[in-house]
């Protein structure tokens, strides 16, 4: 067994290392779901086999000894050297391939649980929701939001709240379920939107916007013009910049649904279809969202986020956000 938790230690290092220096991506929820099943197998024949065998040999060893005393007692000897509770001690203890797998047991269950059904951390990798999240913002995410989802597949088993305009919501990217995404949904199923002349409306009407005046980003080190906008409830602000052109890329598009939209030289006009969402990021002119690779299906979503934990380089950014 300690040759077999080599290996699969060896195995978990070079998926890492793979992972980290770029040779693939990896899967996390995968990833832990793996490391709760194996250490749980662990831990069960901990449990089950190997502690019994351990107990069942150290209570043999204090028989042996009981027996031997007993025996050089009736032979008159009553002064014995020797103290068998250093070798019990030692037939009790763990070895290190179970304490390094049985022994994480609990720790990765209560992470599996908690990141799977709770919240999940999220590190910001790019500007694309700049004013509302910074690069380098580590938010939560909240995983219950929107419904139970099982962990890996990401199907879900009990419904909750619906999703509203105006939530700032992490999915599973449509083009490449690997990676993560965050935006804002802008329209829900049913609703026409249009972006136009870096306008937004909704079923026809104009999305009420007012101007802050300008808006300095750390890091395009540029201004723009700062709007605060208000979507359903949610007031957020956003930044538009008005020297950005509206180019979505090349015709034809080809991503599920591409049908619902029409692009033109003004902008894009889309019908949301049943079981999916049009997201924009918060930085209008500086983000790939809806208007370039389509709709979120409801089957991609991985939770709302809601609050910024730490930022390393602007303790200030820590709180509740919309």
Same mark, same amino acid.
């Given at each position: 067994?300690?040759?077999?938790?080599?290996?699969?230690?060896?195995?978990?290092?070079?998926?890492? &290392?793979? =992972? $980290?220096?770029?040779?693939?991506?990896?899967?996390?929820?995968?990833?832990?779901?793996?490391?709760?099943?194996?250490?749980?197998?662990?831990?069960?024949? /901990? !449990?089950? @086999?190997?502690?019994?065998?351990?107990?069942?040999?150290?209570?043999?060893? /204090?028989? +042996?000894?009981?027996?031997?005393?007993?025996?050089?007692? !009736?032979?008159?000897?009553?002064?014995?050297?020797?103290?068998?509770?250093?070798?019990?001690?030692?037939?009790?203890?763990?070895? =290190?391939?179970? *304490?390094?797998?049985?022994?994480? $047991?609990?720790?990765?269950? #209560?992470?599996?649980?908690?990141?799977?059904?709770?919240? %999940?951390?999220?590190?910001?990798?790019?500007?694309?929701?700049?004013?509302?999240?910074?690069? &380098?913002?580590? #938010?939560?995410?909240?995983?219950?939001?929107? &419904?139970?989802?099982?962990?890996? #597949?990401?199907?879900?088993?009990?419904?909750?709240?619906?999703? +509203?305009?105006? *939530?700032?919501?992490?999915? @599973?990217?449509?083009?490449?379920? @690997?990676?993560?995404?965050?935006?804002?949904?802008?329209?829900?199923?049913?609703? %026409?939107?249009?972006?136009?002349? +870096?306008?937004?409306?909704?079923?026809?009407?104009?999305?009420?916007?007012?101007?802050?005046?300008?808006?300095?980003?750390?890091?395009?080190?540029?201004?723009?013009?700062? $709007?605060? %906008?208000?979507?359903?409830?949610?007031?957020?602000?956003?930044?538009?910049?008005?020297?950005?052109?509206?180019?979505?890329?090349?015709?034809?598009?080809?991503?599920?649904?591409?049908?619902?939209?029409?692009?033109?030289?003004?902008?894009?006009?889309?019908?949301?279809?049943?079981?999916?969402? $049009?997201?924009?990021? *918060?930085?209008?002119?500086?983000?790939?969202?809806?208007?370039?690779?389509?709709?979120?299906?409801? /089957?991609?979503?991985? &939770?709302?986020?809601?609050?910024? =934990?730490?930022?390393?380089?602007?303790?200030?950014?820590?709180?509740?956000?919309?």
């Amino acid at each position: 067994m300690s040759s077999l938790t080599a290996v699969l230690y060896g195995a978990l290092v070079a998926y890492l &290392g793979g =992972w $980290f220096l770029g040779f693939w991506t990896g899967n996390f929820s995968l990833l832990l779901f793996m490391l709760t099943v194996v250490t749980l197998v662990y831990w069960l024949a /901990e !449990r089950f @086999r190997f502690k019994p065998q351990r107990e069942a040999a150290a209570v043999a060893l /204090e028989a +042996q000894d009981a027996q031997r005393r007993a025996e050089l007692a !009736r032979m008159g000897i009553q002064r014995v050297d020797g103290d068998v509770q250093e070798a019990k001690a030692k037939l009790l203890m763990q070895p =290190w391939w179970l *304490d390094w797998t049985a022994g994480l $047991f609990p720790v990765i269950l #209560i992470v599996f649980v908690l990141r799977s059904f709770l919240f %999940e951390p999220f590190k910001i990798p790019s500007g694309s929701m700049v004013p509302t999240l910074l690069v &380098g913002d580590l #938010i939560l995410v909240n995983k219950f939001h929107y &419904g139970v989802r099982l962990p890996v #597949i990401n199907k879900k088993i009990i419904d909750n709240n619906p999703v +509203q305009r105006g *939530d700032v919501m992490v999915f @599973r990217y449509p083009a490449d379920p @690997r990676l993560d995404y965050i935006k804002r949904i802008v329209a829900i199923p049913g609703d %026409e939107v249009a972006y136009l002349n +870096q306008k937004l409306s909704i079923n026809g009407q104009p999305v009420t916007t007012v101007a802050q005046g300008e808006h300095y980003d750390d890091d395009s080190l540029s201004y723009a013009p700062l $709007f605060t %906008e208000k979507l359903g409830d949610v007031e957020h602000q956003i930044r538009v910049d008005p020297r950005r052109g509206a180019y979505y890329g090349p015709e034809p598009k080809t991503f599920p649904f591409a049908q619902n939209c029409r692009y033109s030289p003004e902008g894009v006009v889309c019908k949301v279809p049943p079981g999916h969402y $049009f997201a924009l990021g *918060d930085n209008r002119d500086n983000s790939q969202d809806s208007r370039f690779w389509g709709f979120v299906p409801d /089957e991609n979503i991985v &939770g709302k986020a809601f609050f910024v =934990w730490m930022n390393f380089g602007n303790l200030g950014r820590i709180g509740a956000f919309h």
